[in-house]
């Protein structure tokens, strides 16, 4: 049996050698682009979940303006009302005074 014995040139031997470094270094970018990646993804998220809050907030903001517009709007009608019979209170004073005896 023959042996046969491949020589490599040191010319092939230093590409073998920088086909190895950039293929380490490959991976070690493609393992830092998976990484920003995951950074990427993960301030998307943080982001919708920051949009979603803002959102909820506002929502809840508007929902307390109408509640306060309607207490507002609660809290003068009932103003009125005692002022009116308030109004009414004092005209039965004023008629009974005026005209004892007689209904208001």
Do not use: W, Y
Request: charged share 40%; hydrophobic share 35%; proline share 3%.
């Amino acid at each position: 049996m023959k042996k046969t014995i491949t020589f490599k040139s040191s010319l092939n031997l230093k590409l073998d050698k920088k086909c190895k470094e950039l293929k380490v270094k490959l991976k070690g970018k493609a393992q830092g682009m998976e990484e920003l990646a995951v950074e990427l993804v993960d301030e998307k998220e943080m982001a919708k979940a920051r949009f979603i809050e803002k959102a909820q907030l506002e929502a809840e903001r508007a929902s307390l303006r109408i509640e306060k517009e309607a207490l507002q709007n609660h809290n003068g009608e009932l103003e009125r009302s005692k002022l009116e019979e308030a109004g009414k209170t004092s005209e039965a004073v004023t008629h009974v005074t005026t005209h004892p005896g007689r209904p208001p």
